[in-house]
């Protein structure tokens, strides 16, 4: 999705409830189930008390590219 000012963003809804950091563990999980990487590679860094957050995924730039392609590609088609 892209935001008013422009910038593309994923949407991402979990299950888990926001206590003790669980729905961010959550959300740390599914993206990197879904980008086939380990789970201690992805990170919120930034908004980890607010709805909309900032992650550190911790992998080759250009695979982590080819990939967010695939998946938004998925996503629109």
């Keep these: 999705m892209t935001d008013d000012a422009g910038q593309t963003r994923l949407k991402i ?4 409830v926001p206590e003790n950091n ?3 563990r959550a959300v ?3 993206v990197a ?3 086939k990487i380990a789970k ?3 990170s919120v860094t930034t908004g980890a008390t607010m709805r909309n957050k900032v992650l550190r ?4 730039p250009q695979d982590l590219s080819e990939q967010l392609e695939m998946l ?6």
């Design 57 to 60: 995924i911790d992998h080759d």
């Design 13 to 16: 809804r979990v299950r888990a």
């Design 28 to 30: 740390e999980a599914l």
């Design 22 to 24: 669980k729905a961010n």
């Design 40 to 42: 201690s590679l992805v």
């Design 72 to 77: 938004l590609g998925e996503t629109r088609g």
């Design 33 to 35: 189930r879904q980008l």
